[in-house]
């Protein structure tokens, strides 16, 4: 079945109208014909069917068969504040971190980061990542959406709730926690990882320093690693 995002505005509507690219790629790619159903979710934990009325290149008219449906978000909210990675590996990250359940993702600037965004490059970043996890929400069944933040330097970080560093440090221990708190943080750091400095910073916060084995991960492998246990973790 075809999953489209949409606004909350549009879920709530009996006919809604398709155009431009989600009418042609649900038109000529889907080749989607009247009768077909399309489940439309507003990433708010909301969806609902529709059916096909008419099909055209430019519009594709819906009809609703069903009621919305609401979707708890899950009990324990996972925030990823990664370092920005170089091009099309951030844009892999913020993918697989939609498909772990990430609640939220924190594109994070640090002294050793390669990419280098200058303040009027970061909403447009931000809003590339945002389209990146709509996509992936489609085809992955997401219906709630990571809300994706606009870059930020790692000592204008504001760390609240348990958080856990990916780090070298001697001492660092796996992942572990009593309980299931409401939000578990997950910082990664960028290729080269953190300076002494950056990580003494982020421990004196909170945050608590983890090792994630004996290999030295790709930053994007890290950041997976520890949503991943997470979610294992959390998940209920």
Not at 19 to 28: I, P, S
Not at 64 to 73: C, N, S, V, W
Not at 98 to 111: M, Q
């Amino acid at each position: 079945m075809y999953r489209h995002h949409c606004s909350t505005e549009d879920l709530e509507k009996t006919i809604v109208l398709l155009r431009d690219d989600a009418a042609r790629h649900l038109g000529t790619v889907l080749r989607t014909t009247p009768g077909k159903e399309v489940l439309l979710f507003d990433g708010k934990g909301r969806t609902r069917l529709y059916t096909v009325s008419t099909a055209g290149k430019k519009q594709i008219d819906l009809t609703a068969a069903g009621e919305i449906r609401d979707y708890l978000p899950d009990s324990c909210q996972i925030v990823l504040y990664a370092c920005i990675s170089k091009g099309e590996r951030m844009e892999w990250l913020v993918e697989k971190a939609v498909e772990l359940g990430a609640a939220r993702i924190v594109p994070v600037i640090s002294d050793r980061s390669v990419v280098r965004l200058k303040p009027e490059e970061r909403a447009a970043k931000r809003d590339r990542w945002t389209r990146i996890v709509e996509e992936t929400a489609k085809q992955c069944g997401a219906v709630w959406l990571p809300v994706v933040e606009i870059p930020v330097p790692l000592r204008e970080l504001k760390l609240a709730g348990l958080n856990f560093v990916a780090a070298l440090k001697p001492g660092a221990g796996p992942i572990r926690f009593d309980g299931v708190p409401d939000r578990i943080g997950f910082i990664t750091g960028p290729e080269g990882d953190f300076t002494d400095d950056e990580l003494e910073c982020l421990i004196g916060r909170g945050a608590i320093p983890v090792t994630l084995g004996p290999l030295v991960l790709r930053a994007e492998t890290a950041a997976i690693y520890g949503l991943s246990v997470l979610r294992h973790l959390t998940f209920a």
